[in-house]
């Protein structure tokens, strides 16, 4: 049962996530890292195992896949994963959209991977670039005009995004919402076409209306539901350096069964005997996906491009001999350089058709 206190039985360390003396710590909680836990001291590592069945991790190269909209102005974002509560795509947009896209089941934020370019919004326009969060509100309209293919992780939530409420850090750790790019009206003129398609994507869809204006005629607005872009090299990373943090204070948006997460690179803990690299655990509760961006852990370089599923309730983490690395390294390598956006669902994600002929752990 739940309780202030936290029982010990056994064999185990002193102060928690340190000292560990030859053994495997390993997680097993609830509510991600913020309800009830129990940290197990193994002998062996708990990622010594073979996975067969629907619930075996997957691994793609975001490379490996292909969009129809990588090839075809026209085309579309691959579905990755997708649940009640959300779908995860990608987008590898090379060219314009000739057309409008309005999304309707949802909020949609996206990662920008690779690329610039512009977004043409009903709010006015937005340039984009390279570690942006782009935030689309449900049912706004827009035009993705990239300068070179621009690689997207897309998220849309069932319910709507909102930055998570205020802990004890206030209102700008981690996310300073004064850092976020706003967009000023720009209302755009009649370019000479017959009409203008503004494409609603949908579940069953899509279906298209057609206008005879322009339909980004807007000449101003007010409120507080707005598109918006956000760098993630504004955002303010939480330290500690007695102990790892857990991933919930990296915390960067959320909506309904849908948590956002920015690890980006940090200096590494150093207190003598403090584990620098996070925990085994099988999150009980939340399916995981982790996006890596780039950067290097310990001096080791991150594939850029690899993304990474975990279901809940199968153990995950980095491999022992690269968390006996870092005890060995310390003192040499004093920074974590990884750059990663992780995606924890509450329901469990399927896997696309796509992402299962790709999974690497496949082949």
């Known amino acids: ?44 590592e708990p990622m010594g195992y073979r996975a067969q069945g629907p619930l075996a991790p997957i691994d793609i190269l975001a490379d490996a896949l292909e969009p129809t909209d990588s090839t075809d102005p026209a085309g579309s974002p691959l579905l990755l994963f997708s649940n009640a509560d ?15 896209a309005r999304y309707v089941d949802g909020d949609l934020l996206s990662f920008v991977h690779k690329g610039t370019g512009l977004l043409e919004t009903e709010f006015g326009p937005l340039r984009y670039r390279e570690g942006d969060w782009v935030y689309i509100p449900k049912a706004c309209t827009f035009r993705q005009v990239p300068d070179s293919e621009s690689t997207w992780l897309m998220i849309e939530a069932t319910e709507e995004f909102r930055v998570p409420p205020a802990g004890p850090l206030g209102r700008h750790f981690p996310f ?43 000449v101003g607005w007010q409120g507080d539901n707005f598109p918006f872009t956000f760098n993630i090299a504004d955002y303010n990373v939480v ?68 993304i990474s599923h975990a279901p809940q309730g199968v153990h995950h983490g ?25 995606v924890d669902t509450r329901r469990r994600l399927t896997p696309s058709p796509e992402v299962m002929a790709a999974n690497l752990g496949a082949h």
Request: glycine letters at 8%.
């Open 1 to 44: 049962m739940e309780s202030f206190v936290h029982l010990r039985k056994g064999i185990t360390p002193a102060r928690l996530h340190a000292d560990l003396d030859g053994l495997k710590d390993d997680e097993l909680g609830r509510g991600g890292f913020t309800g009830r836990t129990a940290q197990l001291y193994r002998r062996n």
């Open 176 to 218: 300073d919402p004064s850092r976020i790019v706003v967009p000023e009206p720009q209302a755009m003129d009649d370019d000479g076409r017959d009409e203008y398609e503004v494409r609603l994507v949908h579940e069953g869809g899509p279906t298209s209306l057609f206008y005879q204006h322009h339909p980004l005629d807007v």
């Open 239 to 306: 330290l500690c350096d007695t102990v790892h943090l857990p991933a919930t204070v990296h915390l960067f948006m959320q909506a309904t069964g849908v948590y956002v997460m920015n690890f980006l690179p940090k200096r590494a803990e150093s207190a003598p005997g403090t584990e620098t690299i996070p925990w085994y655990h099988r999150n009980a509760d939340y399916d995981e996906i982790a996006f890596f961006h780039g950067g290097d852990m310990y001096g080791v370089p991150m594939p850029p491009g690899l």
């Open 86 to 100: 959300c779908q995860i795509l990608l987008s590898r947009r090379a060219q314009e959209m000739p057309f409008f």
């Open 318 to 342: 980095a491999p022992e001999k690269m968390r006996e690395r870092a005890r060995r390294k310390r003192e040499e390598i004093t920074r974590i350089g990884w750059t990663t956006i992780a």
